[in-house]
């Protein structure tokens, strides 16, 4: 019961309101609504500048998440194809290496 009392209550302000303006003289009414266009105005444009540093809040968010998602394959990719050689490749290398002759220079017969 109690909407229906403030809906009332409303509908009361909204006659009032607009009794009282239809008694002003054509100067007030226009004064009052030039006022009412500028505080419009005002809150409009304070809504935009409030949203719009949320909304470059939010671009950042996704500028870092992309790059923190990017950065990630990046490292993925850069490991899987750079594997470390295992211990046997390794021994492969040293016993290889120790079989040939170092310096360039070749042995000499006898």
């Known amino acids: ?10 509908n009361d302000a909204k ?6 303006f239809a008694g002003l003289p ?3 009414k226009l004064s009052s609504l030039f006022e009412m266009e500028v505080a419009t105005i005002s809150e409009g444009v304070s809504y935009v500048v409030n949203n ?12 870092n998440d992309f ?14 194809t750079c594997e470390p050689e295992t211990a046997a490749e390794t021994a ?5 290496s120790e079989s040939k002759p170092k310096g360039g220079k070749k042995p000499s017969k006898g």
Do not use: P, Y
């Open 1 to 10: 019961m109690s909407d229906q009392t403030e809906a009332n209550g409303a």
């Open 92 to 96: 492969e290398t040293a016993a290889d």
């Open 26 to 28: 054509l100067d007030k």
């Open 15 to 20: 006659a009032r309101i607009k009794e009282e």
């Open 67 to 80: 790059s923190s998602k990017v950065q990630a394959e990046f490292k993925k990719a850069t490991t899987s």
């Open 52 to 63: 719009s540093g949320e909304v470059f809040d939010k671009v950042g968010e996704v500028i």
